[in-house]
């Protein structure tokens, strides 16, 4: 592909699809131009892929998931396809700023965190690696919330990414499918009918998913809701115009807006529409699919494997269940072991609040078919295997449902899958033993190194070829560099060049300057007492009063940087967030420490804003209390691009340590058994800060104002959880962590030992690779091959 071609491409868009000539071009039309110009690019490979499956008659694999935090799609596309340097040539012979042009985009932020971000880079591993797939989600209109702060407060914003039209997307009016609520369940000739009360049309949306040098494409399919009639016209000739576009506004109301809370089930009646929404529309789709080929539906499990992204889409099985006996006339059994056959089940999460139970009374009005099927399943399992209930105090448990559902049940990290079988899951993990299987997570190594850290991987490229993009575990082969001064210094030179950047845009975006030269030390994701953001900060306090205790100390310079977003109604997480705004503007605004210290909290984290502190960081905070991270995921793209973790034995991190080395790894805090055992032990948190001084002054710190303009009472809530119930043990781990930051300031000192760690870092991180998590999926849970990749470029 010549640079010249794609600039005919360009320029042809400009003008024919957005209809405006270079010299009024705007930004936002160069963007789209460009983007249109690199989907054509996409469009072949992704019908040969569609071709070559049905050729193939191949397994297809189907992910189901309520969230894809994509990002931004654009600069991922160029890479991927092979034109990011002709797109740039193209742009910098025109005069305009290429990087401007890139960041014009929005960022799709349709997901929370790590779940969605997970299957986002599931998608482009699928791709990647040619077995042919397809991701089912929901349209949103609004993704996660934007923060702001105001006054060091987080104040939420609707986010609007689809104000602007979304480029990469077709609309599928074709692929519609009406999905029912609500309504009566009737016999018919012994045949259960359920007839909805209301319905909403779920409409297709198609996104190409692209992987390594354009071979293949999936589809992202996300569908949106419309209403069955758009008008009421008898209400609007009546003069009512308001009660007119109810129907509309109503059905569109199930694909408006993104749920923020991952911590909480609120048991809300628009979230189950959710659910049922996407699930219902993929079953239906997949099917359609299945049947345009095959006569025998018996045949689904050999034909479709399909993932369940959490318990989000469990009503999957009774869907399927319902499908197949109440409307093709199977038996009940036989329309069990079909499903069971197709349907796997994710587990991300064994936080108690956070697994989903629906009230029999919400299900049954929502979904009455639905309940009396789960109540069917559940019978049928406790005849086979006494003891265990799927509905129990009069609520379903969608864990539990999805668990008897499964073929596979999997965890996300080693630790996770172990906990699982001991904890949520014991007593089926007893009756069902061969259910429960590992897959650790892992990222895409095009976005999270190739992509995102254009200077590093060009080292690596020089120094051992670009086999590492698509073979990440080839990385390895960086381990004889490490012994190479010369190598060394690139890479040292590399991760300084990112962080004068970084550096750059904080002075830009937030009026605070910073030292290049300082330990970029970062905790970026959501905010949850679990993740222990507070643990850090009140390090940072302690630390801050150390140094002031001591102005002429030999003190290693740090910049504290913090990025996340606390769910709307979780109270303590935003006191959290308004405690680090806080000790920043004190600490940021102190002569006495600030060659030293600075705290940097940018507001509105997300995937754009991750892309550019991971290439920046030397230290990666990874302090969760043990056995509450299911896995992490950004702990991956810390090590992969040379950062060195701070972390406690907790999800991957352990996984992560095991392969970098427990030399290049900063391990404090209590393990998972310990810290059941603490937790039992009364005043453990008393206890705790009456044996380190350090401690009791931090959390004074808290109490008396310090960081509040003198108001005693602001923190006080924090303080009181520290130093009392303190569920997630901050106080019991803080010593050890304190010890364990004292030999990061020590070892960074080490400029050339530091070095060797960091690049040893990335090059034992290639296993973390989400192809390796994908082929693992593939040949352990789904029974899926990889297809011969098309075409090379
Ligand atoms: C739960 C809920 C509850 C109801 C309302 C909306 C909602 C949305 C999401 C969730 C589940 C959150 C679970 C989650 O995101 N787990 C994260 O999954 C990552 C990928 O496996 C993993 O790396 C993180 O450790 C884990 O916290």
């Not at 999957?316 to 036989?334: K, N, Q, S």
């Not at 030293?596 to 991750?610: D, E, F, G, I, S």
């Not at 406690?648 to 996984?655: Q, Y």
Request: aromatic share 10%.
């Amino acid at each position: 592909m010549s640079t010249s071609a794609l600039k005919d491409s360009v320029l042809s868009h400009l003008k024919y699809s957005l209809g405006k000539d270079p010299e009024h071009a705007t930004t936002y039309d160069w963007r789209v131009a460009l983007s249109l110009a690199a989907r054509d690019r996409i469009v072949d490979p992704w019908f040969e892929s569609t071709r070559a499956t049905y050729r193939a008659d191949a397994k297809r694999v189907y992910y189901l998931s309520m969230e894809f935090l994509i990002g931004r799609l654009l600069e991922d596309a160029l890479v991927n396809t092979g034109v990011y340097d002709d797109a740039k040539a193209v742009f910098d012979d025109l005069g305009l700023n290429f990087g401007e042009i890139l960041h014009d985009e929005p960022d799709a932020a349709l997901g929370n965190g790590g779940l969605g971000r997970l299957a986002a880079c599931f998608l482009e591993s699928l791709s990647t690696l040619g077995i042919p797939a397809m991701g089912y989600g929901i349209r949103y209109e609004h993704g996660l919330f934007r923060q702001r702060f105001e006054g060091g407060r987080q104040v939420e914003e609707a986010e609007d990414w689809l104000t602007q039209e979304h480029v990469w997307e077709f609309e599928r009016p074709e692929a519609a499918f009406e999905i029912g609520f609500g309504g009566q369940v009737y016999e018919n000739g012994g045949r259960a009918v359920w007839r909805p009360q209301e319905a909403v049309i779920a409409q297709a949306f198609d996104t190409p998913v692209v992987g390594w040098k354009g071979e293949w494409a999936n589809t992202l399919r996300l569908w949106g809701a419309l209403p069955k009639t758009v008008l009421d016209l008898q209400r609007f000739n009546a003069g009512d115009y308001a009660a007119a576009a109810e129907p509309e506004a109503l059905a569109r109301t199930i694909s408006r807006v993104l749920y923020p809370d991952d911590t909480t089930e609120e048991g809300k009646h628009l979230r189950l529409k959710q659910e049922y929404f996407f699930t219902a529309a993929s079953l239906r789709d997949l099917i359609r699919r299945f049947e345009a080929e095959h006569d025998d539906l018996r045949d689904l499990p050999k034909r479709v494997a399909i993932q369940l992204n959490d318990t989000h889409p469990a009503i999957a099985g009774p869907e399927l269940v319902r499908i197949l006996h109440d409307e093709r006339g199977m038996e009940f059994e036989t329309a069990m072991e079909i499903a069971r056959g197709c349907l796997n089940y994710t587990n991300h999460t064994l936080l108690p609040e956070a697994l989903e139970r629906w009230s029999d009374g919400l299900m049954g009005y929502l979904l009455p078919r639905h309940l009396q099927l789960i109540e069917r399943i559940d019978t049928a399992h406790q005849t086979q295997h006494p003891g265990i209930a799927i509905r129990e105090h009069g609520e379903v448990k969608m864990g539990e449902l999805s668990f008897i559902m499964a073929n596979r049940v999997n965890g996300v990290s080693a630790l996770h899958s172990d906990l699982m079988k001991v904890t949520v899951f014991k007593d089926l993990h007893d009756m069902h033993p061969d259910r429960i299987v590992n897959q650790t997570n892992g990222v895409t190594p095009r976005r999270w190194l190739r992509t995102c850290n254009p200077r590093l991987s060009g080292l690596i490229t020089d120094a051992i070829g670009d086999g590492w993009i698509k073979d990440a575990e080839r990385l390895s082969e960086l381990e004889p560099h490490v012994n190479d001064a010369g190598f060394l210094d690139r890479f040292v030179q590399a991760k300084r060049e990112n962080k004068v950047d970084l550096g750059q845009w904080i002075a830009e975006s937030m009026g605070i300057s910073v030292d290049p030269d300082a330990m970029f030390d970062v905790q970026i994701k959501r905010i949850h007492e679990y993740k222990r953001q507070h643990l850090n900060i009140l390090e940072t306090i302690a630390l801050w009063q150390e140094m002031r205790d001591n102005p002429n100390g030999d003190w290693t310079p740090r910049v504290k940087i913090f990025g996340g977003k606390a769910a709307p109604g979780y109270v303590f997480a935003k006191e959290i967030i308004y405690l680090i705004n806080s000790v920043a503007s004190v600490i940021n605004n102190d002569p006495v420490t600030s060659k030293w210290l600075k705290v940097v909290y940018p507001a509105n984290y997300n995937v754009t804003l991750a892309e550019r502190l991971i290439p920046a960081a030397n230290l990666s905070e990874q302090i969760s209390t043990a056995g509450k991270e299911a896995s992490g995921t950004g702990n991956m793209k810390f090590a992969l691009n040379g950062a060195l973790t701070i972390g406690t034995l907790d999800g991957a991190n352990v996984e992560i340590r095991e392969h970098v080395g427990a030399d290049n790894f900063f391990l404090f805090g209590m393990t998972a058994e310990e810290v059941m055992e603490r937790r039992t032990v009364e005043g453990h948190a008393w206890d705790a800060i009456s044996k380190d001084p350090r401690l009791a002054r931090a959390v004074d710190a808290l109490r008396n104002g310090t960081f509040a303009g003198g108001d005693h009472d602001r923190f006080r809530g924090i303080a009181d959880n520290i130093s009392g119930p303190d569920y997630f043990l901050v106080a019991s781990d803080f010593s050890d962590y304190w010890r364990a930051s004292r030999e990061v300031d020590q070892a960074f000192r080490d400029t050339g030992h530091w070095a060797r760690m960091a690049a040893l870092n990335t090059a034992r991180s290639g296993w973390f690779s989400s192809d390796r998590t994908i082929r693992s999926y593939a040949s352990e849970i789904w029974d899926a091959l990889p297809s011969k990749p098309l075409r090379n470029i």
